[in-house]
């Protein structure tokens, strides 16, 4: 039965307990449902809850559990000889057998104990799949029916329903502060380990970056060079262009929108503005290698000067236009907020339109539109998919928009495709330039919601 399968089976039998329980409420109350506590639904709610909560949860613990409990089955199975390899080794091993045991095609195995691992992995999971379904839909049938015998007319099913939801509300908010908490912590350890390797002036300061590390001492270039400042330069260069392009026409059009279109007008153009956030960033990608960056450097042939295929203006401009509508929408949004007040005073002072605007709206707003262009500062320079495909992977110390740069999340990754050992100043160099990211985009999302929140404080 695959796992799609069983939680299909587990919500349709919650939605046919859920009936049952409304049914028995209904005849308890003898046709009268003013004699119930609760309305017939919650009781329907408290059956299906008492069904569907315990059958989830033995599926969450069997999805956290299954990987760890089978990989110790397997690694067991194997003849001492394999399990005494280095732990680099061994972990190489067992994603060979989960990826085969995955696929079911064991042609490309590695070796015979390989291929032999991989079919006990994949048998082990069958049979602990299929003993975790028929556990999963016992439990679901055994508390729907505990529930059943439990409905009588005063019963609080109502409050039981919403102190679930409540709870229920309650770890979902405590789960996102742990992962918070997790990807920081995270990312603080290894760029810990990163930097007792390398010391934090050269990373921070350093004006060379070239991560590979030789496999041999006696090679060029062994040590590696972990100057990011090259990156963080990179990145302000796309970003600043980026929003160069996307400051002055998302406000304009948010001005346009806001203070001239008339309403029919605003009700198109509008949603097709924002069409432009719905588009994935890979098509934008995609547009940037295949159309703008071409353009561009056709554009500079015939000029007669150099603009690379991979330049920071193709990626910057493709970049701002994804960004307009960031901040075409929030600067409308602010824009729209201020009091008509303001405007009536204005008008009524004798100033013209555009006279409003500039001197009254403006000046009103600028806070929001303040925090709306550092929201989307912080997009930019968090950006990944489109600088991945447009960027260049070397990294130039240039102010020149038509040379070739890269960014920090094209070299994070960069350095962390494929499979990669954790020991080496070489991959752990993608998480301190993660780290890097986390704390300069933070700051700005932190000095946007102070602009903001002072905004609102004002207004409201």
């Known amino acids: 039965m695959p796992f799609i399968t069983l939680l299909a089976t587990l919500l349709a039998l919650s939605a046919i307990l859920y009936q049952l329980g409304k049914g028995r409420a209904l005849r308890l109350s003898g046709g009268r449902p003013g004699v119930l506590h609760s309305l017939p639904t919650y009781y329907g709610s408290y059956v299906a809850l008492w069904c569907a909560l315990p059958a989830f949860l033995l599926v969450a613990v069997w999805i956290i559990i299954e990987p760890m409990a089978l990989q110790a089955l397997v690694l067991n ?37 390989a291929r032999a691992a991989a079919e006990h992995y994949r048998d082990l999971h069958q049979i602990g799949f299929a003993a975790m379904a028929v556990l999963v839909l016992t439990a679901g049938i055994f508390g729907g029916r505990f529930a059943l015998g439990r409905i009588r007319p005063a019963l609080r099913a109502r409050n039981r329903v919403e102190q679930a939801i409540l709870f229920f509300l309650f770890v979902s908010s405590t789960l996102a502060i742990f992962t918070t908490i997790g990807i920081v912590l995270s990312l603080l350890f290894e760029s810990l380990r990163f930097f007792s390797m390398v010391p934090v002036s050269d990373f921070l300061f350093g004006l060379s970056w070239s991560p590979q590390m030789a496999m041999r001492t006696d090679q060029v270039g062994s040590s590696g060079a972990f100057g990011a400042v090259p990156l963080f330069a990179g990145t302000l260069l796309i970003s600043l262009i980026a929003m160069v392009v996307a400051v002055p026409t998302g406000l304009l059009s948010a001005i346009y929108m806001a203070e001239y279109a008339n309403p029919r007008f605003r009700a198109v153009a509008k949603p097709l503005i924002e069409v432009l956030a719905g588009i994935p960033t890979v098509v934008y990608g995609f547009f940037a290698v295949v159309t703008v960056a071409p353009f561009l450097r056709d554009l500079g042939n015939q000029l007669h000067f150099s603009v690379s295929s991979e330049s920071a203006l193709a990626t910057g401009i493709v970049m701002g236009v994804m960004i307009i509508p960031f901040i075409s929408s929030l600067s409308d949004d602010v824009i729209c907020d201020v009091p ?66 890269t960014t920090v999340t094209v070299q994070v990754v960069t350095l962390l495709v494929g499979d990669q050992e954790f020991d080496s100043p070489k991959t752990l160099s993608a998480f301190a330039l993660g780290l890097v990211l986390f704390v300069v985009t933070l700051a700005l999302n932190v000095v946007a919601l102070k602009v903001v929140r002072k905004y609102r404080e004002r207004y409201e």
């Open 77 to 113: 199975s194997l003849p001492e000889t394999v399990r005494q390899l280095p732990l680099a080794r061994l972990s190489l091993i067992t994603n060979e057998m989960r990826q085969l045991a995955a696929s079911g095609d064991y042609r490309f195995a590695s070796s015979p104990e």
């Open 340 to 405: 008509d007040a303001l405007r009536h005073g204005a008008y009524g002072l004798g100033a013209t339109r555009s006279e409003t605007i500039r001197q009254v709206v403006l000046p009103a707003a600028l806070p929001g539109i303040v925090g709306g262009i550092l929201l989307a500062v912080s997009r930019a320079i968090g950006e990944t998919m489109i600088v991945v495909m447009a960027a260049g992977l070397s990294a130039h110390l240039t102010a020149n928009p038509f040379a070739s740069v």
